[in-house]
Structure formats: structure tokens, C-alpha cells
């Protein structure tokens, strides 16, 4: 590179009082205009408003700038604007360099060092935008479709939605069956809907949408490529039933050898039981029966009478040497609607669940006060009692430090959600132990006071133990009230658990194989909380659902129609733009030793054996500079980063 003739202008933003109230930005002006190159040099108070980003329209024009510096906020939050007001004016975006003299100077110090800093930032800035050259962006097609990950309500709706927009969508399913969780449920908190008449519609819709292709019963394996053209293989789980041929009559089920269910129903958390061969729930979609090799005779000795292959009959639904197919499919985005898990309740030992038969996961009870459910929607203890007196404990499993630190948002309202419906259904008493009661919602608050005035108890305070009251089967619960401040001892017939959420616990394996971020609970990461909440650091996947964080029904279907909202606007570009700052390989310097191409996280860099050289996809690179600095014999340079304008800058700064 040879040094340009350069004219540069300097823009200082006092950012209201931000910078200027830390920072003499008059002195910082009248500085930077003594700096080599520096032709102009203004402050203003709001450099990013309208009227700043004239000032430098204008300057461009009439005063024939080649660089412009502009000292302001992070550029992560306005460099894109600066670009975008040079650019407007005819100069090349990237002959614009910012300085962050907020973040890294008028926050983080007081009095004179502030301006002195900002002066050393500001004279780094200048030595270094001379060495800048223009770059070009490049365009990438995009293609026409869209993979969605989770068939759970999140997963539904985003894919509803971009089917009912024209776009080809992908939903893939680990289950044998979509619905997700919301499938589990009996009511709605706090309007105490039908779960299953909000869901099955749309679950059957996806299934007859022909922009849809479902694959449940499915996991994906691997992702390659970029925004735009990933390049996704998903594992097809056999289920030993052809879907286009099974009507879903049930008859083999009917027909199979084990007259009674013997083996857990894993839909119904165990608490029901079900045949080697099975539906998962009567809603179920698809509407197709599967059999399970662990437990089905056939696949255990090879000896089973096949019953249900005569029931079947001419349709000839059922294939025991169906094996696991790999699919490989391209799309342009991807939604990712994982979802969550319930905490496990056995980790806190002293609330007896594993040991005690009659106390219950929240879970569990969705399901027995579910119609559909394994005790048709009676709520029985597991000798077959009504329960007279029931206990639900919140925050199992949240806003604890010994298992889970944050709030789950859910459990307040499903528990009191839970102690109305069991109220109604056994006329039993309801104590309701909380830490705090927490109902920031429409109609939450007045949902709480109509289980309030039912006659539900509410005590405040954690439960510290579970413990057999006598010998009839109750259980005892050992509370401090807090409000009363006494301890108390109340006997229960019953106990439920109000479980909070957490991330699912492959969730370090997906976000590797989508290679996007995970936060230090382990949900997966957006790019920023408020302005960007369901897109990712990596171009062209998005975040729907619990996947991101805890939240309810109305919130996850509001995040997944935002996230189908960003996939089809980036599909409906038709190409993107790639940002030019990326590394690129001096192939007549590289020595072949490879040492890039295991350090990329972008896996953006392959080895080209014929030439044997390293080779950077450009479209797949981001930028990041670790191949560029860990190069032993620095062939690999990076645009925007070239070795002259870090070297100057360094210059600058220590001059």
C-alpha cells in the first residue's frame, strides 16, 4: 500500500452530556485541527441526528473530503449511519472511520485524563483513515426457503407464517408428533382457554399447508454453508409405519399381541401406560401410529405373531425393515424453536418427589386434569383418592442459587392457574407456598384475585421440607410464613410441584452445530436484548420461543411471528450484501501449514491441496481476525485491517 493524498474531516459528538460533560470537546476540536491531513474539524451535540450527518454531506461536497473520522458512540451502534451519510455523498463508506470516546473514554474516566485520551483516540484515528481504501460490498443470492427447528407452538407459528406468505418451509420435529409442550397442557392461564382448541387447528393446518414439508420423528445432524445457503442434513428416525400409507384407524393398535399397555407412556410422563406400538396423544400429528424396537417383540426375538400387520390388512402400512434415512436439504434462514425442559424435581431431595408417590410435577397434574390424560380429566391420588387438602410449592427449580438462579416466569400464573382447576374439579383446600407472587400481564393481576376470592390459601415462604404427616398417606410441609412470621406445619393430601424451565440439555450441542451463542444459563443468545431480540450473531438464524429465554404462550407466539417476520424480509431481498472486511490468503507467501483452518469459527476456511495453500470463503467469513493474527508467516491480511493501518494507529497512539 502507498500512502494517499488525503483530506479528512473530523466530526466530535457531544452526545448530550455523555461525552461532553467528561470530555472538553471544544479543546478536542481545536486539536484534531492542527492533525496532519485534518481539513475540517466541527463538534455538534447530536452528531447521528439529521442535522449532524448534513454537516457532513455538506463538508464532502464542499470542501472535496476523502476520509472523515467521526469520534462519537460505539460503532456497533452507529457506524452503519456515518457509512450511510458518506456514502450518500459520494464517498465510499469504508473511507469513514469512528472512535469510541464514550464507551472507552468518557465512562470509564474523570477531569483532564478524559480529554487527553480522547485526544490520543482522535490522533490514532486520523494516522490510521489516511491507509483506508474503498471497498466494495458483494451481493450473494438467497434462496426461497425456510428450516424451522421445533415443531412446538413457537416452531408452528413461525412456519404457518411464512407458509401463508408463499415461502417453501422445512418444520423438523424430534418428537413423533408436533405440539411441543402446549400439547401437554389442559387449560390456558388466564383465560383459561382450551389448550388443545387453540393448538389443533393450527398443528392440522400445518400439515395441510403444501408449503409445508413436515419431518417429525427427526433431528438435524449437521449445518454447513451461510446466510442465504445453508446446507442442512437432517436424520429421519424409522418409525416402522409408512406416513402415506397409515390412515391412522388405530386398528393395529387394537390387534397388537399385549392386550393391556404395559410399557410407560412417555407422553404422559409415565403415569399411564401404552403398547409397543402407539399413538402419542389422540391430537396427535402426524396422525400416524409408530412402533418402538425397545419394547416391541418382533425386534426383541423376532418371534412376534404380527397381529398388527394382519389388522393392517391391504395397506400394508407397517415395514419392519424401515431404516433411518439422512435428508440434505438447502434453505436461505433458519428459525430455531427448541423450546425448553422442565426442571427435574428429584435434585431438591427434601421435597420427597421420587420418594413420595403423591407428590407431583405441575406437569403431571396437566395431565391428569387433562381429558384426554391417563385418568380422562379425574384428578386422583395414585391409590385412587380424591385429594382433600393440596400443597403447591413455587419456584422448584427457580430463583434458588443452589439449582437455578432466575425466574421462570411461568409458575406464579400455571399454579394459580392449577389451584383453580383443582379447586373446581375435587372442592379440595388449596395452599399455595410463594416467594414472591409476580403477575405482570393482561389479566394476570385480576386472574390472581379471582383465585384469590375462590378461597385459595396463600401463604409466603419457601417450603423447607416434606415429610409423612401419619399413616393415612398425607404429607406434612414445613413452611416459615413471612407474613405471619411463625413457622407452620400444614398436612396435605397432595403435593404439587411448580417446576420452572431451563434450557433443553443438548443445548450446547445445538448452538455449536448452528454455531450461534448460548448466555451463561445456557439460553441460547440474541444479538441484542432490544433492538435485535430474535436474530443471532450469525446471519440468517433466528430465535423463537423458549429457546431464547422463559416466557408464555402469547410472548412465544409473538417472538415466533417476529422471527418469521426477519426471515421473510431477509428471503424476500433476493441477494444480501456481505460486508468486504474480510481476511484473504497472499498465496504466493502461504506455507501450507494449516494452522488457520482449525482456528476459524466460521469454518470458512479450507486447504487447497493442488495448490497447497489456505483458501478463505469470503462469504462465509465474518471478519473476526483470528486466522490473521495466528498466520506464521502473515500470508493472510484482512481489508479494513491491513498491517499499515494497524501499524499507524498503534503510531498514533503512542506518539
Same mark, same amino acid.
Given at each position: 500500500?502507498?500512502?494517499?493524498?488525503?483530506r479528512?474531516?473530523?466530526y466530535?459528538?457531544?452526545?448530550?452530556?455523555?461525552?461532553?460533560?467528561?470530555v472538553?470537546?471544544?479543546?478536542?476540536?481545536?486539536?484534531?485541527?492542527?492533525? !496532519?491531513?485534518?481539513?475540517?474539524?466541527?463538534?455538534?451535540?447530536?452528531?447521528?441526528?439529521?442535522?449532524?450527518?448534513?454537516?457532513?454531506?455538506?463538508?464532502?461536497?464542499?470542501?472535496?473530503?476523502?476520509?472523515?473520522?467521526?469520534?462519537?458512540?460505539?460503532?456497533?451502534?452507529?457506524?452503519?449511519?456515518?457509512?450511510?451519510?458518506?456514502?450518500?455523498?459520494?464517498?465510499n !463508506?469504508?473511507l469513514?472511520?469512528?472512535?469510541n470516546?464514550?464507551?472507552?473514554?468518557?465512562?470509564?474516566?474523570?477531569?483532564?485524563?478524559?480529554?487527553?485520551?480522547?485526544?490520543?483516540?482522535?490522533?490514532?484515528?486520523?494516522?490510521?483513515v489516511?491507509?483506508?481504501?474503498?471497498l466494495?460490498r458483494?451481493?450473494?443470492?438467497?434462496?426461497?426457503?425456510?428450516?424451522?427447528?421445533?415443531?412446538?407452538?413457537?416452531?408452528?407459528?413461525?412456519?404457518?407464517?411464512?407458509?401463508?406468505a408463499?415461502k417453501?418451509?422445512?418444520?423438523?420435529?424430534?418428537?413423533p408428533?408436533?405440539?411441543?409442550?402446549?400439547?401437554?397442557?389442559?387449560?390456558t392461564?388466564?383465560?383459561?382457554?382450551?389448550?388443545?382448541?387453540?393448538?389443533?387447528?393450527k398443528?392440522?393446518?400445518?400439515?395441510?399447508?403444501?408449503?409445508?414439508?413436515?419431518?417429525?420423528?427427526?433431528?438435524?445432524?449437521?449445518?454447513?454453508?451461510?446466510?442465504?445457503?445453508?446446507?442442512?442434513?437432517v436424520?429421519?428416525?424409522?418409525?416402522?409405519?409408512?406416513e402415506?400409507?397409515?390412515?391412522?384407524?388405530?386398528?393395529?393398535?387394537?390387534?397388537?399381541?399385549y392386550?393391556?399397555?404395559?410399557?410407560?407412556?412417555?407422553?404422559?410422563?409415565?403415569?399411564?401406560?401404552?403398547?409397543?406400538?402407539?399413538?402419542?396423544?389422540?391430537?396427535?400429528?402426524?396422525?400416524?401410529?409408530?412402533?418402538?424396537?425397545?419394547?416391541?417383540?418382533?425386534?426383541?426375538?423376532?418371534k412376534?405373531?404380527?397381529?398388527?400387520v394382519?389388522?393392517?390388512?391391504?395397506?400394508?402400512?407397517?415395514?419392519?425393515?424401515?431404516k433411518?434415512?439422512?435428508?440434505?436439504?438447502?434453505?436461505?434462514?433458519?428459525?430455531?424453536?427448541?423450546?425448553?425442559?422442565?426442571?427435574?424435581?428429584s435434585?431438591?431431595?427434601?421435597?420427597?418427589?421420587?420418594?413420595?408417590?403423591?407428590?407431583?410435577?405441575?406437569?403431571?397434574?396437566?395431565?391428569?386434569i387433562?381429558?384426554?390424560g391417563?385418568t380422562?380429566?379425574?384428578?386422583?391420588?395414585?391409590?385412587?383418592?380424591?385429594?382433600?387438602?393440596?400443597?403447591?410449592?413455587?419456584?422448584?427449580?427457580?430463583?434458588?442459587?443452589?439449582?437455578?438462579r432466575?425466574c421462570?416466569?411461568?409458575?406464579?400464573?400455571?399454579?394459580?392457574k /392449577?389451584?383453580?382447576?383443582?379447586?373446581?374439579?375435587?372442592?379440595?383446600?388449596?395452599?399455595?407456598?410463594?416467594?414472591?407472587?409476580?403477575?405482570?400481564?393482561?389479566?394476570?393481576?385480576?386472574?390472581?384475585n379471582r383465585?384469590?376470592?375462590?378461597?385459595?390459601?396463600?401463604?409466603?415462604?419457601?417450603?423447607?421440607?416434606?415429610? !409423612?404427616?401419619n399413616?393415612?398417606?398425607?404429607?406434612?410441609?414445613?413452611?416459615?410464613?413471612? /407474613?405471619?412470621?411463625?413457622v407452620?406445619?400444614?398436612?396435605?393430601d397432595?403435593?404439587?410441584l411448580?417446576?420452572?424451565?431451563?434450557?433443553?440439555?443438548?443445548?450446547?450441542?445445538?448452538?455449536?452445530?448452528?454455531?450461534?451463542?448460548?448466555?451463561?444459563?445456557?439460553?441460547?443468545?440474541?444479538?441484542?436484548?432490544?433492538?435485535?431480540p430474535?436474530?443471532?450473531?450469525?446471519?440468517?438464524?433466528?430465535?423463537?420461543?423458549?429457546c431464547?429465554?422463559?416466557?408464555?404462550?402469547?410472548?412465544?407466539?409473538?417472538?415466533?411471528?417476529?422471527?418469521?417476520?426477519?426471515?421473510?424480509?431477509?428471503?424476500?431481498?433476493?441477494?444480501?450484501?456481505?460486508?468486504?472486511?474480510?481476511?484473504?490468503?497472499?498465496e504466493?507467501?502461504?506455507?501450507g501449514?494449516?494452522?488457520?483452518?482449525?482456528?476459524?469459527?466460521?469454518n470458512?476456511?479450507?486447504?487447497?491441496?493442488?495448490?497447497?495453500?489456505a483458501?478463505?470463503?469470503?462469504?462465509?467469513?465474518?471478519?473476526c481476525?483470528?486466522c490473521?493474527?495466528?498466520?506464521?508467516?502473515?500470508?493472510?491480511r484482512?481489508?479494513?485491517?491491513e498491517?499499515?493501518?494497524?501499524?499507524?494507529?498503534?503510531?498514533?497512539?503512542?506518539?
Amino acid at each position: 500500500m502507498t500512502q494517499p493524498s488525503a483530506r479528512i474531516g473530523v466530526y466530535i459528538c457531544h452526545c448530550g452530556t455523555n461525552i461532553a460533560g467528561t470530555v472538553d470537546v471544544a479543546a478536542l476540536r481545536e486539536y484534531a485541527a492542527t492533525l !496532519p491531513h485534518v481539513v475540517v474539524a466541527r463538534d455538534y451535540k447530536y452528531m447521528c441526528s439529521d442535522p449532524g450527518q448534513e454537516l457532513i454531506k455538506t463538508d464532502i461536497a464542499e470542501n472535496g473530503l476523502n476520509r472523515v473520522v467521526v469520534a462519537a458512540c460505539s460503532p456497533h451502534l452507529h457506524e452503519h449511519t456515518f457509512r450511510s451519510a458518506c456514502e450518500e455523498a459520494g464517498l465510499n !463508506p469504508y473511507l469513514c472511520h469512528m472512535v469510541n470516546i464514550r464507551e472507552h473514554d468518557s465512562w470509564v474516566h474523570t477531569g483532564p485524563a478524559a480529554t487527553e485520551k480522547a485526544k490520543d483516540l482522535l490522533r490514532a484515528a486520523v494516522q490510521r483513515v489516511v491507509w483506508n481504501e474503498p471497498l466494495e460490498r458483494r451481493q450473494i443470492p438467497i434462496r426461497q426457503s425456510v428450516l424451522v427447528v421445533g415443531g412446538g407452538i413457537a416452531g408452528i407459528h413461525a412456519a404457518l407464517t411464512l407458509a401463508n406468505a408463499g415461502k417453501k418451509v422445512y418444520l423438523v420435529e424430534r418428537e413423533p408428533s408436533i405440539g411441543g409442550h402446549m400439547a401437554m397442557f389442559d387449560k390456558t392461564f388466564p383465560t383459561l382457554d382450551c389448550a388443545a382448541c387453540i393448538l389443533t387447528p393450527k398443528m392440522t393446518a400445518v400439515k395441510s399447508n403444501p408449503n409445508i414439508t413436515l419431518w417429525t420423528y427427526s433431528e438435524v445432524i449437521s449445518v454447513e454453508g451461510y446466510v442465504g445457503d445453508f446446507r442442512v442434513q437432517v436424520r429421519r428416525k424409522p418409525r416402522y409405519v409408512i406416513e402415506d400409507l397409515c390412515v391412522g384407524c388405530l386398528e393395529c393398535v387394537e390387534a397388537c399381541v399385549y392386550k393391556q399397555p404395559k410399557f410407560a407412556d412417555e407422553f404422559n410422563l409415565g403415569l399411564s401406560k401404552r403398547k409397543p406400538i402407539y399413538l402419542p396423544f389422540p391430537q396427535a400429528v402426524p396422525q400416524v401410529v409408530l412402533i418402538d424396537p425397545e419394547t416391541c417383540i418382533e425386534f426383541k426375538s423376532g418371534k412376534c405373531r404380527k397381529t398388527c400387520v394382519e389388522a393392517c390388512g391391504e395397506r400394508n402400512a407397517i415395514d419392519f425393515n424401515q431404516k433411518e434415512t439422512i435428508e440434505t436439504i438447502e434453505v436461505g434462514a433458519i428459525i430455531l424453536a427448541t423450546g425448553y425442559q422442565t426442571f427435574d424435581a428429584s435434585r431438591i431431595s427434601y421435597y420427597g418427589y421420587g420418594t413420595y408417590p403423591n407428590v407431583y410435577t405441575a406437569l403431571e397434574v396437566e395431565r391428569l386434569i387433562n381429558a384426554s390424560g391417563p385418568t380422562g380429566g379425574e384428578l386422583v391420588l395414585r391409590d385412587g383418592r380424591k385429594p382433600r387438602t393440596v400443597g403447591i410449592i413455587h419456584c422448584v427449580g427457580s430463583r434458588d442459587e443452589h439449582t437455578n438462579r432466575w425466574c421462570s416466569r411461568v409458575c406464579c400464573m400455571y399454579s394459580l392457574k /392449577l389451584a383453580h382447576l383443582v379447586k373446581e374439579r375435587t372442592g379440595a383446600e388449596v395452599y399455595n407456598f410463594y416467594i414472591d407472587m409476580r403477575t405482570p400481564g393482561k389479566g394476570f393481576e385480576e386472574f390472581y384475585n379471582r383465585v384469590a376470592e375462590e378461597g385459595v390459601h396463600f401463604i409466603r415462604g419457601k417450603v423447607a421440607d416434606v415429610y !409423612p404427616a401419619n399413616g393415612d398417606g398425607q404429607l406434612t410441609l414445613k413452611v416459615e410464613d413471612t /407474613l405471619l412470621g411463625q413457622v407452620r406445619k400444614i398436612p396435605v393430601d397432595m403435593v404439587i410441584l411448580a417446576v420452572g424451565l431451563e434450557p433443553r440439555a443438548d443445548a450446547t450441542e445445538v448452538r455449536r452445530m448452528f454455531n450461534i451463542s448460548c448466555s451463561s444459563e445456557g439460553w441460547f443468545l440474541e444479538r441484542h436484548p432490544k433492538l435485535a431480540p430474535v436474530n443471532t450473531f450469525t446471519d440468517g438464524i433466528f430465535l423463537a420461543g423458549c429457546c431464547q429465554g422463559p416466557k408464555d404462550i402469547p410472548d412465544t407466539v409473538a417472538q415466533a411471528g417476529a422471527a418469521a417476520a426477519e426471515a421473510f424480509q431477509l428471503l424476500d431481498l433476493g441477494a444480501i450484501e456481505m460486508e468486504p472486511n474480510t481476511a484473504y490468503v497472499l498465496e504466493e507467501v502461504c506455507s501450507g501449514c494449516k494452522t488457520c483452518v482449525g482456528l476459524c469459527p466460521y469454518n470458512a476456511i479450507s486447504f487447497l491441496a493442488d495448490k497447497h495453500v489456505a483458501h478463505i470463503n469470503e462469504a462465509l467469513c465474518k471478519g473476526c481476525g483470528t486466522c490473521v493474527a495466528a498466520c506464521p508467516s502473515g500470508s493472510i491480511r484482512q481489508h479494513l485491517f491491513e498491517d499499515e493501518q494497524i501499524f499507524e494507529e498503534v503510531h498514533g497512539i503512542m506518539a
